[in-house]
Nanobody
Framework: QVQLVESGGGLVQAGGSLRLSCAAS????????MGWYRQAPGKQRDLVAV???????NYADSVKGRVTISRDNAKNTVYLQMNSMKPGKTAVYYC?????????WGQGTQVTVSS
């Protein structure tokens, strides 16, 4: 019933930009907080950004100034705009939906930043 589908990942050069999208279904999207998380190989899954139903936004310190999270409730979609990307190991970005009862995760979209 609940599905979160990420898209927009791929290969980008250092300093470039990428926009990720997460389309949600099966939930009352406008009522729930949405977040983006990043997981590199062998590492824990870390918060990148979260946006509440009322529009309150929190960013991880490591991405402040380079990342913008936004949501379009009419499209049931949350976005992550990433600019000035830094080179590093490939990571998977996951979309998360926070409902009062459950937290839901998407399958992730892979992002690689080349030097």
């Amino acid at each position: 019933q609940v599905q979160l589908v990420e898209s927009g990942g791929g290969l980008v050069q250092a300093g470039g930009s990428l926009r990720l999208s997460c389309a949600a279904s099966g939930i009352r999207f406008a009522d729930n907080a949405m977040g983006w998380y990043r997981q590199a190989p062998g590492k824990q899954r870390d918060l990148v950004a979260v946006i509440s139903s009322s529009g309150v936004i929190n960013y991880a310190d490591s991405v402040k100034g380079r990342v913008t999270i936004s949501r379009d409730n009419a499209k049931n979609t949350v976005y992550l705009q990433m600019n000035s990307m830094k080179p590093g190991k490939t990571a998977v970005y996951y979309c998360k939906a926070r409902t009062p009862l459950f937290h839901y995760w998407g399958q992730g979209t892979q992002v690689t930043v080349s030097s």
